[in-house]
């Protein structure tokens, strides 16, 4: 149990483009998933907090309208990175929760972002 | 400024042998931490994790320590195999509201057939 997928697990892209990220819980209920982005041989940061149906939480310095986030079910919350530029390039990486009293998260797989 | 901290980018130790990872955080108020491991170009995966109203939990060859006075905690691996060479976080709640967690640097374990 507990499995969460993302898709794509590796995209290029122009820089200009956008690019959309999902990230599914397969087995479960998610009512909260974070996003993380991690550069080369550095440790995991949080981007945002996504709860379904209702706006997401960003952190510091990660700039909302560039990386534009909907949980729009229980299930599926998309990351989509627009008008992508080559330092977008990194490793963006989904969690998930449910909503028990836990506080483990279950991450997927990755997506590997290179921007040209 | 980085809560959670390990210092040890890098262990070796050969299989069979005790793998011991450590983590240092800075803020009092973390009640939870958990391990993780992480393969290349993989999502990382959930070990082990421990209330801070506890000192040890354990989980088949992994056991993870709490020293809240010293905001210390360690993995131990036992026996370690090649198997587990990866990367390891530990990582805290940032905050209990949105759960979210804010990680080490990770430590990457080397183990030698």
């Known amino acids: 149990g507990a499995v969460v997928s993302q898709h794509p697990s590796w995209v290029i892209c122009k820089s200009g483009t956008s690019v959309k990220i999902e990230c599914r819980s397969l087995?479960?209920?998610?009512?909260?998933m974070f996003w993380y982005r991690q550069f080369p041989k550095q440790s995991l940061m949080l981007m945002a907090t996504?709860?379904?149906?209702?706006?997401?939480?960003?952190e510091q310095g990660v700039e909302k309208d560039k990386f534009l986030i909907n949980h729009a079910s229980l299930t599926l919350s998309t990351l989509t990175v627009t008008s992508a530029h080559p330092e977008d390039s990194s490793f963006y990486i989904c969690?998930?929760?449910?909503?028990?009293?836990?506080?483990?998260?279950?991450f997927g797989p990755g997506t590997r972002l290179t921007v040209t | 400024d980085q809560q959670v901290k390990q210092n040890s980018p890098s262990l070796s130790v050969q299989e069979g042998r005790i793998s011991i990872l450590n983590c240092d955080y800075t803020?009092?108020?973390?009640?939870?931490f958990l391990w993780y491991k992480k393969y290349p170009a993989e999502g990382p995966t959930f070990l082990i994790s421990?209330?801070?109203?506890?000192d040890k939990n354990e989980d088949g060859r992994f056991t993870v320590f709490l020293n809240k006075s010293a905001k210390h905690l360690s993995l131990h691996i036992v026996p370690s195999q090649p198997g587990d060479s990866a990367v390891y976080f530990c990582?805290?709640?940032?905050?209990?509201?949105?759960?979210?967690?804010?990680f080490g640097s990770g430590t990457r374990l080397q183990v030698q057939p």
């Open positions: 087995d479960f209920q998610a009512t909260t």
């Open positions: 969690s998930a929760r449910s909503s028990g009293i836990g506080y483990e998260q279950y």
């Open positions: 996504s709860n379904e149906g209702s706006k997401a939480t960003y």
């Open positions: 803020n009092s108020m973390f009640d939870y």
């Open positions: 990582a805290s709640i940032l905050d209990t509201g949105r759960r979210a967690l804010t």
């Open positions: 421990i209330s801070s109203i506890k």
